[in-house]
């Protein structure tokens, strides 16, 4: 996470960079030092919260889910949920249920699990603006990133990246359309093969 979030421009560049061997150590030694604060509570505790943190943001994605669906409905997407609007409330409304009762229920058996869920969220929310005026300042997401191909570092542009890998699927997918639709790739005996036949 501290990786992600300094590559994005909210925290300092030197957490987005790899190792010698192509591992992110300062972000990985941030994360063990935030993990190591925690390890005061008890494990119930950490699961709990944990499982609140994670339903919070999974609520944020099926949230964007509903308004891309709703604003943008023949967007091209690399997966579509089929059924129509009655898919999308039984995909949405099942986790949330699931959510409710994970809070309900947290609150009445480990009401601590709930507060601290709760403070990590709120300490993220408060936090935003203040990592976005004082550190990332509104400058643009670096434009490139190091990404591991075969094992070794490569770099490409960050807002890029993605572009390429859905070019690449789609230049894939219009060479096997050519080859099914070609002649050429028809099961037709060749000449040799019918003259040595006779």
Partial sequence: MPKVLAADGYLPQALARDGRFGTPTAAILVSCAIFAVFC???FATLVNADIITN??????EFAAFIVLRRRYPNLVRPFVVRGGWVAVGLVVALPAALTVYMVISTFHEEPGALW???????FG??????????VKRGRPAPRSISISAHGRGRRRPLADAGHAR???RRTSRAKCSAVRTSPSSRS?????WMSAMR
């Fill in 40 to 42: 005061a509570l008890d």
């Fill in 55 to 60: 339903l919070a943001a999974l609520m944020l």
């Fill in 116 to 122: 601290v869920g709760l403070g990590i969220l709120a």
């Fill in 125 to 134: 929310v408060l936090l935003y603006p203040v990592l976005t005026r004082f």
């Fill in 166 to 168: 859905t070019a690449d």
């Fill in 188 to 192: 037709t005996p060749s000449r040799s």
